[in-house]
T-cell receptor
Framework: KQEVTQIPAALSVPEGENLVLNCSFT??????LQWFRQDPGKGLTSLLL?????REQTSGRLNASLDKSSGRSTLYIAASQPGDSATYLC???????????FGKGNQVVVIP | EAGVTQSPTHLIKTRGQQVTLRCSPI?????VYWYQQALGLGLQFLLW???????NRGNFPPRFSGRQFPNYSSELNVNALELEDSALYLC????????????FGPGTRLLVL
């Protein structure tokens, strides 16, 4: 069974600092990995999707890397802003399966 | 283009009751997924429907069921509600069963008293 772990569970950073969020998964047989953002009590917003054949994806201040063999992904958020405060969720899609396996999230607070 | 919509937004029920949650996928999407996000447990996969058929089911008891209609909208039914069913229920849709990206709705928050 695929297990997805996100560390740290919660973190606070001052505005302007770079954020580094980690995700690890136990089974490397994945089709892709996706990072989501969730605001309190809301649904999920997709941030980045990395195919298993890719090493990284970038969108604006966000960069996500994937090391499938070691079962790790990292989400970098450059020059954090208070509006980046949210919970960030990592999800993997196993081969031959459409059901996403989620981590419990990194709860981020950016202090102005 | 309208996103995934869910109704109702909030719901309060008592133990033993039954509840129906509704989801409308993005226009043109044929696959609908249901997830449960209970406090402290993270997001858990519930059900996947595609082209009107149940394609996959998560590790939930049979009192969790659903269906998909010809217009690809979907319902999630939960019978004999228990306190631990209190959660945010998220629906997602994708363009087809082989499409990677799932787009999520805002969720229905269910409180069971």
């Amino acid at each position: 069974k695929q297990e997805v772990t996100q560390i740290p569970a919660a973190l606070s950073v001052p505005e302007g600092e770079n954020l580094v969020l980690n995700c690890s998964f136990t089974d490397s047989a994945i089709y892709n990995l996706q990072w989501f953002r969730q605001d309190p009590g809301k649904g999920l917003t997709s941030l980045l999707l990395i195919q298993s054949s890719q090493r990284e994806q970038t969108s604006g201040r966000l960069n996500a890397s994937l090391d499938k063999s070691s079962g790790r992904s990292t989400l970098y958020i450059a020059a954090s802003q208070p509006g980046d405060s949210a919970t960030y969720l990592c999800a993997v899609r196993p081969y031959g399966n459409n059901r996403l396996a989620f981590g419990k999230g990194n709860q981020v607070v950016v202090i102005p | 283009e309208a996103g995934v919509t869910q109704s109702p937004t909030h719901l309060i029920k008592t133990r033993g009751q039954q509840v129906t949650l509704r989801c409308s996928p993005i226009s043109g999407h044929t696959s609908v997924y249901w997830y449960q996000q209970a406090l402290g447990l993270g997001l858990q996969f519930l059900l996947w429907y595609d082209e009107g058929e149940e394609r996959n089911r998560g590790n939930f008891p049979p009192r969790f069921s659903g269906r998909q209609f010809p217009n690809y909208s979907s319902e999630l039914n939960v019978n004999a509600l228990e306190l631990e069913d209190s959660a945010l229920y998220l629906c997602a849709s994708s363009l087809g069963r082989y499409q990677e990206t799932q787009y999520f709705g805002p969720g229905t928050r269910l409180l069971v008293l």
